[in-house]
């Protein structure tokens, strides 16, 4: 749902926060894949309490996928829940992620404003993912799996850094391509 512009373009977050709030919406969203056992889903929400998010993490555990819900847990218990299964996202995952960013995302108060600002989900959100990443790379790495890895031409040099990038994006291709051949 982040990437509200292509849906509503420059300044579209209206359109952004309506979207994640569409009941059914995510049952539609998850049609566009093939999901397997061996897949697993991290889903993102900050509050934890949209329909969106809920019903991807509600969605992919009736598939038998496992879910990591990424949230701010003092976010998302801060209120009731809003969606009709009265349930949050944290509620619908195998394992749950806190940001630990406090009620309403802002952390910092300025003189001379009423309202604080400086969210620190993104930078908490990036940082639980490049954390993952990692991770997933040093355990491939001790069963002698090679993940696909995108690398700066200043650490590799350009040919390899193109290699890497051709091998990582032609694999995603052809896994996109099984699932877009099947009726």
């Known amino acids: 749902m982040t990437f509200y512009t ?8 209206r359109q952004a926060m309506f979207i994640e709030r569409v009941e059914g919406l995510a049952e539609q969203i998850l049609t566009n894949y093939e999901l397997r056992p061996t897949d697993a889903a991290i889903v993102f929400s900050v509050s934890g309490l949209n329909a969106v998010p809920i019903e991807m993490a509600m969605g992919l555990r009736k598939a038998g996928v496992p879910v990591i819900a990424v949230t701010s847990m003092r976010e998302t218990n ?3 829940p809003g969606h009709p299964s009265g349930t949050r996202l944290a509620d619908h995952a195998d394992v749950v992620i806190d940001l630990c960013t406090p009620v309403g995302d802002a952390l910092c108060r300025i003189d ?32 002698g799996l090679v993940p696909p890895v995108i690398s700066s031409a200043k650490l ?3 040919r390899r850094a193109e290699e890497l990038f051709e091998a990582a994006y032609l694999k995603h291709a052809r896994r996109a391509a099984e699932v877009l051949r099947k009726p």
């Open 6 to 13: 292509q849906a509503g373009g420059a300044n579209g977050m």
């Open 78 to 80: 801060a209120v009731e």
């Open 112 to 143: 001379g404003l009423t309202e604080p600002v400086g969210p620190g989900s993104t930078v908490a959100a990036v940082a639980v993912v490049n954390e993952i990443k990692v991770r997933t790379a040093e355990r491939l790495a001790e069963d």
């Open 156 to 158: 590799v040099g350009p």
